[in-house]
């Protein structure tokens, strides 16, 4: 009957414990997020919004949006690449 009862409380720890460790395997991957196609921000260099929509670049700098990111590298005439795209969550 001991033996039965140990059982029962290391069953009970196992099943109280193991959603606190895999919780994060019950997200969704992260959103892949393509090159962005500066082209289309040739006409409007630094007429962006002020929306949130982080960009890092390989200049170690981080944007705070594709246009913004899209009008330094147009203006300086620099090929930036993305280092990272990061999510509106990530913030």
């Known amino acids: ?10 069953i009970f720890i196992t099943v ?16 892949d997020r393509k090159v962005p196609n500066c082209d289309v921000y040739i006409h409007q260099l630094h007429f962006c919004t002020r929306e949130m929509d982080p960009i890092c670049a390989t200049n170690g ?10 009008s330094e590298q147009l203006v300086h005439q620099t ?6 795209l990061l999510r509106k969550d990530a913030v």
């Open 61 to 70: 700098q981080t944007y705070s949006n594709t246009c913004v990111f899209c």
């Open 16 to 31: 109280l414990a193991f959603p606190h460790y895999s919780e994060t395997s019950f997200d969704p991957p992260p959103e």
């Open 1 to 10: 009957m001991s033996f039965f009862l140990t059982w029962i409380k290391a």
């Open 79 to 84: 090929k930036l690449s993305p280092r990272l």
